[in-house]
């Protein structure tokens, strides 16, 4: 149920935010965490069933999920199975309040350098793709992340980067032309990403830039269709005070 829920999530939700909590030594915490309590609005208590006021709260680790599909996994290139053991980490947790219209959704995980963050989407996909294996379904999500643009982190105490780059311009151009009927729903969703420092932040590179009041803490909102047609748009530099 929870993998179906997980698709369903992708397809209907209009926020999505990645949330990086950064130690001084590099190390810290992620998670892409979105509010879909808008498909609760629309009749999303169908999908968990009829019961009257139910409540969920549940966890389940990607590591788990893996050995559930491990025969078809070890079928896989010996690539596809390495990308999905280095998400082994990651963990699902799900709230969902059917009487207060709630719904709630976190992939999280802890990091030991900013060399090992991923793309959050690309995990979501992994998820997607083993819920979808042998069924022939294809949702969302496996139309909006193609694997051709790479996402990397780095820190150096005094400057922190997020950097995409596009592999392949003509791949690009053909992803973008072939969203179809699905770009105007992608129109309405916003990527936002939210990362704490153990500093304070001198500036950054990055428009619309919000700070909290100890200015450790800043909050970009993209359009998600930056994420799919312009991603190079959505790299950026933080700076940090030297105090």
Not at 1 to 25: G, K, P, Q, R
Not at 164 to 178: F, G, N, T
């Amino acid at each position: 149920m929870f993998l179906v829920l997980c698709v369903s999530v992708i397809a209907t939700s209009c926020n999505f935010t990645e949330n990086i909590n950064l130690n001084s030594d590099g190390s810290g915490k992620i998670s892409f965490d979105v509010d879909a309590s808008a498909i609760m609005e629309m009749g999303g208590e169908e999908m968990i069933g009829k019961g009257k006021s139910e409540v969920i709260d549940s966890t389940f680790t990607f590591k788990e999920l893996l050995a559930q599909k491990k025969d078809s996994i070890a079928k896989l290139p010996a690539a596809e199975q390495a990308k999905l053991k280095k998400m082994e980490n990651f963990a699902v947790n799900m709230k969902i309040n059917e009487s207060e219209k709630t719904f709630f959704f976190s992939l999280f995980s802890d990091f030991k350098s900013t060399m090992d963050l991923v793309d959050m989407m690309t995990v979501m996909k992994s998820i997607d793709e083993l819920k979808s294996k042998g069924k022939g379904s294809q949702s969302p999500i496996s139309k909006m992340e193609d694997g051709n643009t790479e996402l990397k982190f780095s820190f150096n105490g005094k400057k922190f980067s997020r950097t995409v780059k596009v592999k392949d311009a003509v791949l690009q151009k053909q992803i973008v032309d072939s969203l179809g009927s699905i770009r105007p729903m992608l129109a309405a969703f916003n990527y936002t990403v939210k990362y704490h420092f153990p500093k304070k932040i001198k500036s950054v590179s990055a428009k619309n830039a919000l700070f909290s009041e100890d200015r450790k803490t800043v909050t970009i909102q993209f359009p998600f269709l930056d994420y799919v047609e312009k991603p190079e748009s959505m790299s950026f530099d933080v700076f940090l005070e030297n105090k």
